[in-house]
C-alpha cells in the first residue's frame, strides 16, 4: 500500500514537499517513482529513486525538485520547489520490484512488479 500526502495550493514560486507512506512490500529493495498527470495530459516521470539511492528527474524538475527517502520508516519524498502553473497535476508515487528511471522528458519506465498510491493534488497560481 503506497499513501501519498502533503498536496495542495501554492503560489507561484512556493514550495511543497510530498510523503509517500508505504507498508507491505519489502520497500529498501523496491526502485521508487514519482508521476504526475495533469489533466487532458499525458502521464509524466518527474523522478526515481532505487534501492541503492542513485536518482533520476525529468528535465523539467531537475534543479526544483528532489526526491529522497527514509528507509527506516518506508517513506519516500519529493521536495517541490520554485513551483510553476505548469507543476499542477496529480502525483502518484509508485514502486517496481525490479528497476525504473525517468528519461529527460519524462517518459518512464518501471519493471516488475508494480504498487501505486491514489495521489495528492498540487495545484500551483
Known amino acids: 500500500q503506497l499513501v501519498e500526502s502533503g498536496g495542495g495550493s501554492v503560489q507561484s514560486g512556493g514550495s511543497l514537499r510530498l510523503s509517500c507512506a508505504t507498508s507491505?512490500?519489502?520497500?529498501?529493495?523496491?526502485?521508487k517513482v514519482w508521476v504526475r498527470q495533469a489533466p487532458g495530459k499525458r502521464r509524466e516521470g518527474v523522478a526515481t529513486?532505487?534501492?541503492?539511492?542513485?536518482?533520476s528527474y525529468a528535465d523539467s524538475v531537475k534543479g526544483r525538485f528532489t526526491i529522497s527517502q527514509d528507509n527506516a520508516k518506508n517513506t519516500l519524498y519529493l521536495q517541490m520547489n520554485s513551483l510553476k502553473p505548469e507543476d499542477t497535476a496529480m502525483y502518484h508515487c509508485?514502486?517496481?520490484?525490479?528497476?525504473?528511471?525517468?528519461?529527460?522528458?519524462?517518459?518512464?519506465?518501471?519493471?516488475?512488479?508494480?504498487?501505486w498510491g491514489q495521489g495528492t493534488q498540487v495545484t500551483v497560481s
Open positions: 507491505g512490500f519489502a520497500y529498501e529493495s523496491y526502485c
Open positions: 509508485a514502486a517496481a520490484s525490479g528497476a525504473c528511471s525517468v528519461y529527460s522528458g519524462g517518459d518512464y519506465y518501471m519493471t516488475g512488479r508494480n504498487f
Open positions: 529513486i532505487d534501492s541503492g539511492g542513485r536518482t
